[in-house]
Every structure is written in C-alpha cells, then in structure tokens.
C-alpha cells in the first residue's frame, strides 16, 4: 500500500486550537467482517489489534473525570471486540450518550444474533454505513451481498424502534462518494434516501450523514495508484470553506486508538500524528488516556496537515455529516 503521510505533511491548511472536550471517540481496534474500498482504517477479517482491558477501564475513567458526554465507538466493526458490550453498559450506567459506528452486516455474525436487542435496550444511537441505495453501488463499495444484508439489518433495527418517530432510537445513515468526489448535498440527497429506501423496503431512519473519502490509507494509496491523488487534492484545496473551517469536529473530539494513545481526529490516527505535546499544559510526547484524567486539551493546537481539506471542503464534513447541515 502507497504511503500517503510524505505528500500530506507539507501543507497551508490554516491553524486550528481546541475548544471543550464533548466527546471521546474510541477504536476499539481494527479487526472487521468486511473490507471496504473507501475505508482510511485499512481494517479487515486478518487485523489483530484490538484494545486490551486495562486501556478500556481508563476510557471509563477519563469519561468521568472530563464529565464526557459522548462516547462515539468505532473500528473495524467495534462489536467484535468481546468487551464491547460491557464498555457500552459502563458508559450508559454513567448517563454518557453512545454511538456504534456499525457496518450493518455485523448484525448476520455467529455470536451477534441477540445484537440489535442490545443495543436497542441500551439506547445505543446506530450510526450505519450505506453509501447507497441501490444493489449494483453498495456492492461494488463494500462487497458483493453487502446490499441485501444490510437492507435486513435495517429492517430489523426499524422492528426494534430504531428511526421511528418517538422511539428515542436513533438511526442514521452514512454516505461515502465512490470515488475522487466530493459528496452531493447532504439535505437533497437524505430526502432520496428516504424516498427510496422506504418506497422499496419500508425503511425508516433519522438522518444521513455525508462524509468526504480522506486521501489516506487504503482511498489515498488507491488514488495514488490510479494517478489521481494531486487532481483529488486539487479539488479539495479549492473548495476550502472558511466557516467550516470553525465547524470541524477536531475541535470538540479526541480520537483514541486501540493502544490509548490520543489524536486530533481519527485520521491523524491512521496517519500516526499523535495529540500534539506542546502547548500551555504539559502532557507526554505521545498522549495517552491517562494524561486525560488529570488534564483537559482546551486551548492545545491541532496537528493539521493537507489531509485535513477534506473536512473543509464545500459543505464540509465529519464525523456527524455536513458541516453546514449543523450550522
């Protein structure tokens, strides 16, 4: 896979500081059922690393200690971890907000048949990859059979409660573009959404959330491949938008990886651009969960570097959606 970190490093993206901590967004490590072409995180069925016990007592520690709000859990597919559940469970015996970034085809796993319950009785906010609503795209991105699996599982999650009105289970949706694009606009493009999948599946959710294809790991070494990656950066220097600029998540969220350490954003995680040390407090070289307990990253620089455009870019994007759509 091409390295991407050399091309980046050299960068005009302007200087971003930390606003409050709101939310920890955590890897539980990167073993996953499924090997998608857009993913930044290069997980798959063959990754090892998952986050040992002692680093997930300290996410418990740290929630209290910065009195978080949410816990955003991600990976791979976070519910392989065999202590995924018992961390959710902790976090919402503390009143914390969580968010399973799940693929969906989890739900079909052995050993994950009673999943969607859980997380149903948890009150757990699903937020579901689907970069479309037709077979022929879904498949072509995620896999073949990744379609039909995942309109199951959204069935499922709409028998439970999820997306409905009232229910208090919230649903959402992400769409990645396929390629060396940027995404259409988040508003038009949920409507269609929710035209199609309720038209030809009865499916219901709350909201979708459209997020740019970063120019790393496994998108970024494609782009590379292909001779696209300066055309694609082009595009995303050109379409910096300075209100989003203020907007990104970085500024409210510290991404931790599967050994503790602490970033900006998971993207500076693929790209091993660790929490800054520098700044008004004295944290490690390499920040870790533990610096958390006793020290609050309000007012520390963001490590930026080309990569980050593609939060800026047009309508914006993170972790949540379209930047403007939060505005």
């Known amino acids: 896979m091409h390295a991407t970190l050399p091309l980046l490093e050299a960068t005009t993206f302007p200087a971003l500081n930390r606003g409050s901590l709101t939310t920890l967004q955590v890897n539980l490590g990167y073993r996953c059922n499924q090997t998608c072409v857009h993913c930044h995180v290069n997980a798959g069925p063959n990754r090892t690393e998952m986050m040992d016990s002692s680093n997930l007592e300290l996410v418990i520690e740290v929630l209290k200690a910065r009195s978080i709000q949410v816990l955003d859990l991600t990976g791979g597919a976070p519910e392989l971890h065999e202590e995924f559940r018992l961390l959710v469970r902790q976090a919402r015996a503390l009143g914390v907000h969580v968010m399973d970034r799940c693929n969906l085809t989890i739900l079909f796993e052995p050993g994950q048949e009673d999943l969607a319950q859980f997380l149903a009785d948890q009150k757990v906010e699903v937020v579901a990859s689907m970069p479309c609503y037709s077979l022929e795209n879904v498949d072509k991105q995620r896999g073949k059979g990744v379609f039909d699996k995942s309109i199951a599982a959204l069935q499922q999650l709409n028998a439970l409660g999820y997306g409905k009105p009232g229910s208090g289970l919230k649903l959402s949706l992400v769409y990645n573009p396929q390629g060396p694009s940027l995404p259409p606009e988040q508003r038009k493009l949920q409507a269609d959404y929710k035209r ?64 503790g350490y602490l970033y900006d954003c998971d993207f500076n995680q693929q790209l091993g651009l660790p929490l800054p040390a520098e700044g008004t407090l004295r944290m490690a070289a390499k920040p870790h969960l533990r610096d958390l307990l006793e020290q609050d990253p309000v007012g520390r620089p963001v490590r930026t570097a080309d990569h980050c455009y593609g939060c800026t870019a047009g309508q914006g994007s993170s972790c949540g959606g379209a930047l403007k759509a939060e505005q």
């Open 196 to 259: 199609e999948l309720w038209k030809h599946f009865g499916i219901e959710f709350d909201e979708l959330f459209v997020i740019t294809n970063m120019p790393i790991q496994r998108f970024g070494s494609m782009l590379i491949s292909k001779g696209q990656f300066s055309g694609y950066m082009q595009l995303l220097r050109e379409n910096f938008s300075v209100p989003n600029h203020a907007a990104v998540m970085c500024r409210n969220l510290v991404s931790v990886d599967w050994q």
